[in-house]
């Protein structure tokens, strides 16, 4: 079952709307603020959530190059006519910046999925892929896509699964010593994008299951690992300044104008 986008009152609408009431509780930040801090388990991470319509997956830039860096996908984005407000590392990538398996950028597929056997994060199967389409947000298993249905306007594949129907990837020891910086992506229960890192100076990393964990605490049925030690979530001023070098990106794009 996959998870279905409901509809949604504008940002500016929702902040109003929670002000009114008088709600405490956390509904994800506003169009221009920075990711929340979430604490677990004695490690730090920063927390992002975005409605479908504000997220794009990145690879190439105009002239079909891969564009890298942080700094330079939030020119591209600007060129496109977007404003970035963050922008994350994806998936795991071959050397040269090529995704290991399945790219989806604008509709158009620039990365074929790839089911090989291999060794590594990418390879501890069950995988899997994340994706929108015109109606929604999903993340299933490698060997399930596509979805049924689906019209794919963005896709990155990567492994391994974190969660899958709530369930922790069946390979993930609670015990595991494999303590590291990490970064993911899940689609809540309500449909939203949830993209997670972890602190770079957090005082304790997690294992997998951990990671999972979170994912799981924070109302995602489904994620997926994106990568390790080189990951980067860039906002504000941030983006563009330097960054390392990836294969694709997950930016969050600014829908509407926000007031100052």
């Not at 190439?60 to 891969?66: L, V, Y």
């Not at 294992?207 to 999972?212: G, R």
Request: charged share 25%.
């Amino acid at each position: 079952m996959f998870p279905v986008l409901k509809r949604r009152p504008p940002g500016r609408v929702r902040a109003v709307l929670i002000a009114a009431l008088g709600l405490a509780g956390w509904t994800g930040p506003a169009l221009a603020d920075p990711p929340r801090r979430h604490e677990s388990k004695g490690a730090v991470y920063h927390v992002a959530r975005a409605r479908t319509d504000e997220v794009r997956v990145l690879w190439q830039g105009a002239e079909g190059q891969p564009l890298r860096t942080i700094p330079r996908a939030a020119a591209f984005l600007r060129q496109q006519g977007e404003e970035p407000r963050l922008i994350v590392n994806g998936g795991i990538f071959e050397p040269g910046g090529v995704p290991s398996g399945l790219l989806v950028q604008d509709g158009e597929e620039l990365r074929p999925l790839n089911q090989r056997p291999g060794k590594g994060n990418f390879y501890l199967l069950p995988n899997g892929v994340f994706g929108i389409g015109k109606d929604g947000a999903w993340i299933v298993r490698s060997n399930e896509y596509p979805p049924a249905g689906a019209q794919v306007l963005h896709a990155v594949q990567s492994g391994p699964l974190l969660l899958r129907g709530g369930r922790i990837h069946p390979k993930f020891r609670q015990d595991s010593k494999s303590r590291l910086h990490r970064n993911g992506v899940g689609v809540t229960v309500e449909g939203d994008v949830l993209l997670v890192i972890t602190d770079f100076h957090s005082p304790r990393f997690p294992n997998l299951f951990e990671f999972a964990e979170v994912f799981r605490d924070l109302g995602c049925d489904d994620a997926l690992f994106l990568d390790g030690d080189l990951s980067q979530m860039k906002w504000g001023k941030e983006l563009d300044a330097p960054s390392n070098r990836f294969g694709s990106m997950i930016a969050v794009v600014i829908s509407e104008p926000v007031s100052r």
